[in-house]
């Protein structure tokens, strides 16, 4: 048995030098590898401070708003998320986020803050316990948190003086000017958003459902496609005069006694509404880069331009990109990652 004297001898101080310096940067490496964002110190962000954007000389048309919710799992995603749409506005001293959030955070307050020193935001808390009595379990576990529901409830959260929004998902950037999906013309509809016609529309729903006339034939009368609820163009005042919320809040209802579909949120949206939105180009959602949500497998990009990516699907660039088996889309998402540990996505080559 070694009997080593004090100090040690010189190789060894040279076996602990260089155990200290890889310690941090395998602890990092330990903590991507389980998905984890370790809370920073008290002088140090755990995200770097994100570029001020300016306005362009020809901008003054007003507010643009954007809606996304405020969640400590999905920051990561949030912050590339705002880091797109400002990278690549016009003018993106005119674009003012409204946060949802379920509870009071100062720490992902304080981040959004630091990251974002000149942000022109607002952040109002979402009752969870509103629909807690309303939900039903789903086929992904994320699609049943409370949040995921907080999108039915936008035009009773967001002030009055809000007319429309544009609500995004946190799993997602934008590529193009968000002023042009701001300006689409809605056409009298409440809602604006890709609508995907060649899907199978059965598909979303169980065989309960289409076995019941009674439920069926709610869509008698219109052409129903899928459209996804990850990105929408919204008319709040078209929204409250036309009781949405509560046509919704009835089929959720219906679910939790009869099972009609699995997927969260996104089937109420497509009962009260499928066939009756105004269709925008199918640029603004190339969805589905999260593969399916029971194994998130690869996927390719759709044909055609592309304004916005949408990892939709149980598979998330950041955790792909952490564990070092990330999908070729993954990098796209990758260039507005701010989070501070991602400098390490280079520790085992």
């Known amino acids: 048995m070694a ?3 004090y100090p040690p001898p010189a190789p060894l101080l040279l076996h602990l030098g260089l ?33 001020a954007f300016r306005n362009g000389d020809a901008c003054g048309g007003g507010r643009i708003h954007v809606t996304m919710t405020l969640d400590s799992n999905y920051l990561r995603g ?3 998320a705002v880091l797109s749409v400002l990278q690549h506005a016009t003018c993106p001293e005119d674009v003012e986020f409204h946060f949802l959030w379920p509870r009071f955070d100062r720490g992902v307050l304080s981040t959004i803050r630091s990251t974002f020193p000149g942000l022109n935001f607002r952040v109002y808390r979402f009752d969870s316990n509103r629909v807690r009595g309303k939900i039903s379990k789903s086929i992904r576990q994320a699609l049943d948190q409370p949040l995921n529901y907080a999108r039915i409830y936008l035009a ?15 799993d997602l950037v934008v590529v193009d000017d968000i002023a042009r999906l701001w300006t689409v013309d809605l056409d009298g509809r409440v809602l604006a958003a890709p609508e995907y016609c060649h899907a199978n529309f059965t598909s979303y729903f169980s065989g309960e459902f289409w076995s019941d006339p009674s439920l069926a034939r709610t869509f008698e009368g219109r052409r129903p496609c899928y ?7 919204v008319d ?11 046509r919704m809040e009835a089929w959720m209802a ?7 579909y699995d997927l969260g949120s996104m089937p109420p949206f497509l009962l009260v509404l499928a066939g009756e939105i105004k269709a925008v180009d199918h640029r603004w959602n190339q969805h589905g880069l999260g593969g399916d949500n029971l194994e998130g497998l690869c996927r390719g990009l759709h044909p055609g331009p592309i304004s916005l990516l949408h990892w939709s699907g149980k598979g998330k660039p950041w955790l792909r990109l952490d564990s070092r088996r990330p999908c070729s889309v993954d990098h796209l998402w990758a260039p507005y990652d701010l989070f501070r540990i991602s400098s390490t996505h280079s520790l085992e080559g």
């Open 3 to 5: 009997n080593w004297s």
């Open 156 to 170: 009773e959260i967001i002030p009055q003086d809000v007319k429309r929004v544009i609500y995004l998902d946190s």
């Open 227 to 233: 459209f996804n609820t990850g990105v929408m163009v």
């Open 236 to 246: 709040l005042e078209r929204w409250r005069g036309g009781e949405y919320t509560r």
């Open 19 to 51: 155990l200290s310096l890889l310690l941090p940067a395998l602890s990092a490496a330990a903590a991507i590898r389980h998905g984890l964002i370790r809370k920073p110190s008290a002088d140090i962000p755990a995200f770097r401070e994100a570029p």
């Open 78 to 80: 949030t912050i590339a």
């Open 254 to 260: 219906v679910q939790r006694r009869r099972r009609i």
